[in-house]
T-cell receptor, first 112, second 115 residues
Framework: QKEVEQDPGPLSVPEGAIVSLNCTYS??????FMWYRQYSRKGPELLMY????GNKEDGRFTAQVDKSSKYISLFIRDSQPSDSATYLC????????????FGEGTQLTVNP | NAGVTQTPKFRVLKTGQSMTLLCAQD?????MYWYRQDPGMGLRLIHY???????AKGEVPDGYNVSRLKKQNFLLGLESAAPSQTSVYFC??????????????FGPGTRLTVL
């Protein structure tokens, strides 16, 4: 069984929609939680990270972590066609955050 | 700054052939990593390095070797390629940890096909 589970989609939404992306995990030792965005045929880039439980907001993006349920979410408000990409959740057990465990990614398409 | 670069971008090998993938970073990062990305599996860590001259195994190290002779370079070797090693390979680097999360910066990837 994978330590991190993520629905691969694909997910298709109209421009302006609110998008919800989610991951579940099984290991309670994870303490750093990240979302990476990966455009087609490019390397991933960090979108947001959160330490332990709680919410973090950055513009149209909000990351939520619920450690009691072992569940993390990324919300995208007012989605744009430029948000079309694969979104990868990632987690780390270590204080350094150096070794990451990734979900398989959710492919998102925002239609104009 | 070029960031993280990878050479080559594409490669086709025959089973049993060997090759080396080169990763270079110009951000003076201590940590470097090699991942592979496969459909349905996500990104999986192959090997990593916490500094010049050091290497360590990740989640899927079998069939690969690495070397970090210079701080800015991290090489991934396949001694005898197998079709199961067909994948997209990503290199990443990050700062030495100061107790907080340190972002990993990824290269553009190398698409490898083993026939």
């Amino acid at each position: 069984q994978k330590e991190v589970e993520q629905d691969p989609g694909p997910l298709s939404v109209p421009e302006g929609a609110i998008v919800s992306l989610n991951c579940t995990y099984s290991n309670s030792a994870f303490q750093y939680f990240m979302w990476y965005r990966q455009y087609s045929r490019k390397g991933p880039e960090l979108l947001m990270y959160t330490y332990s439980s709680g919410n973090k907001e950055d513009g149209r993006f909000t990351a939520q972590v619920d450690k009691s349920s072992k569940y993390i979410s990324l919300f995208i408000r007012d989605s744009q066609p430029s948000d079309s990409a694969t979104y990868l959740c990632a987690m780390s057990k270590e204080t350094s955050g150096s070794r990451l465990t990734f979900g398989e990614g959710t492919q998102l398409t925002v239609n104009p | 700054n070029a960031g993280v670069t990878q050479t080559p971008k594409f490669r086709v090998l025959k089973t049993g052939q060997s090759m080396t993938l080169l990763c270079a970073q110009d951000m003076n990062h201590e940590y470097m990593y090699w991942y592979r990305q496969d459909p349905g599996m996500g990104l999986r860590l192959i090997h990593y390095s916490v500094g010049e001259g050091t290497t360590a195994k990740g989640e899927v190290p079998d069939g690969y070797n690495v070397s970090r002779l210079k701080k800015q370079n991290f090489l991934l070797g396949l001694e005898s390629a197998a079709p199961s090693q067909t994948s997209v390979y990503f290199c990443a680097s990050s700062w030495l940890s100061g107790g907080a999360y340190n972002e990993q910066f990824f290269g553009p990837g190398t698409r490898l096909t083993v026939l």
